[in-house]
């Protein structure tokens, strides 16, 4: 037994489960004391360390919710929206800090997860990582400082299993520029175009998807007006930057009272 938050990694087999664990074992600050997988995974009932084709670490995968948040000062979840909706109450139960990472979470979601915000930490961003929150903030500066001559076009690529679209970090882009266009990114958003689609509406914030291979995750915000265009990027090369930004959120969220937060809060960025 140690004081030091104990840590519990939801869908512990998938690609930010893994790089979760990684993380949480190599730190000082925290203490690996739960992995969770779905019902009927087969890692279900392993030492996950083993099942992950290493030496046994002293934790069990296990299937039960419940049972493993009650050790928990922090949950840190990169699921799916159903699951993050569930884990959201329990974790609440449990007093526990919810760090989420999913996206593709619809707003009655997020509802559900507001509802639980009111009596534990949760800290939610579609991407975890220093340099998109940073993007952010200046995505939000450089379109309030445009007009609606600059056309504004968020493009975003990631791997081919990737399952939702537009991405998370797309639609914080998206929020951001139109907050800083002082609109509601609901009355704007442009996605999906295929077919005769007519021309594109002055002020629209437009969105489009790239699906390919192994990219980690690539976002533009272009400003394209006559005679001239600014493109903000962001390169991910190693899913380890979305992983280090979520265990900083769980130990940030140790010392909050409870609520919704997300990555500005936890980064000190809003007064960038
Ligand atoms: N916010 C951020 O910085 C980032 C967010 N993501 C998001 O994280 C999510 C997961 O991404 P990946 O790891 O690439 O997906 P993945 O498909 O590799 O992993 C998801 C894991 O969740 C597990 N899972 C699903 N339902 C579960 C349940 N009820 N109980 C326990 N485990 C369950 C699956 O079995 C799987 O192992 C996606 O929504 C993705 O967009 C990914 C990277 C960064
Ligand atoms: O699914 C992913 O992989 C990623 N998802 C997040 C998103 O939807 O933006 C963050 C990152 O880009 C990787």
Not at 185 to 190: A, S, Y
Not at 235 to 250: E, Q
């Amino acid at each position: 037994m140690t004081d030091k938050p104990g840590i519990v990694i939801t869908g512990g087999s998938g690609r930010m489960g893994q790089m979760l664990i990684d993380t949480v074992l190599a730190s000082d600050a925290c203490e690996l004391v739960g992995v969770l997988e779905r019902e009927g995974h087969d890692w279900i009932g392993q030492d996950v360390g083993t099942a992950m084709g290493r030496a046994p670490v002293g934790v069990t995968v296990s299937d039960d919710a419940v049972g493993t948040f009650a050790r928990a000062q922090a949950v840190i979840d990169f699921t799916a929206p159903e699951a993050t909706v569930a884990f959201s109450e329990l974790a609440a139960q449990a007093r526990a800090v919810h760090v989420i990472g999913t996206t593709g979470l619809t707003e009655d979601d997020i509802a559900h997860l507001d509802a639980a915000a009111r009596h534990a930490v949760i800290v939610r961003a579609g991407n975890m990582s220093l340099g998109v929150n940073l993007l952010t903030q200046l995505t939000k500066r450089v379109a309030a400082a445009l007009d609606e001559d600059f056309d504004i076009e968020i493009i975003e690529a990631h791997h081919h299993h990737k399952v939702d679209a537009p991405s998370g970090t797309a639609l914080m882009l998206g929020e951001a520029a139109a907050q800083g266009r002082g609109v509601d990114l609901q009355d704007v958003r442009d996605s999906g175009r295929d077919g005769i689609t007519g021309a594109r509406q002055r002020g629209d914030i437009g969105f489009s998807a790239i699906r390919g291979g192994d990219i980690v995750g690539e976002h533009d915000v272009l400003f394209a007006a006559a005679g001239e265009r600014i493109k903000l990027s962001h390169i991910a090369t190693d899913r380890a930057i979305f992983a280090r930004g979520a265990l900083r959120a769980a130990l940030w969220g140790q010392d909050q009272k409870p609520g919704a937060y997300d990555m500005v809060d936890v980064l000190g960025l809003a007064d960038l």
